[in-house]
């Protein structure tokens, strides 16, 4: 569905998460511009309760929202991940063999991917290579960038 004025169309994003998105913001038809302003809110959120913001540990961040995050030795296949745990509360699994400053990128990575809708219903592919994923999880995956 196009936004008066901005001739883009949903029908571009084929990934089922963008899809879920854009339903659920129905004003906005760029997904970029809805996972800024989410992103701007959470922030927002997370100074009005007397977080500092930048510089600072993205793990505190996400735990203000009740996501943990945890380093791990263990191959995960990926930088990190966002996975239910038995408790059905999402954490970020990350490798703690990264530089930290990686490590920083890919915990609010797996953050952004908690702006979807449907995140809880279907997590990110974390077992696929990046390099033989189908356009529409690669666009998905740009946008959590």
């Given at each position: ?8 169309s ?15 913001h ?47 030795g ?49 997590l ?22």
């Amino acid at each position: 569905m196009p936004t008066a004025g901005r001739g883009r169309s949903s029908n571009r994003f084929s990934h089922p998460s963008v899809q879920a998105l854009l339903a659920a913001h129905p004003e906005e038809s760029d997904p970029k511009r809805i996972i800024r302003r989410l992103a701007r809110e959470k922030v927002a959120y997370a100074k009005a309760l007397g977080w500092s913001g930048p510089p600072f540990n993205p793990r505190i961040l996400t735990s203000i929202f009740g996501i943990r995050c945890k380093p791990v030795g263990h191959e995960i296949l990926s930088e990190g991940r966002l996975i239910r745990y038995p408790d059905g509360k999402p954490w970020i699994e990350f490798r703690n063999d990264s530089l930290l400053g990686r490590q920083h990128f890919t915990i609010l990575h797996e953050f952004a991917h908690t702006f979807f809708p449907d995140f809880s219903d279907c997590l990110p592919l974390n077992d696929v290579p990046v390099d033989i994923r189908a356009a529409p999880e690669k666009q998905f995956e740009n946008l959590c960038d």
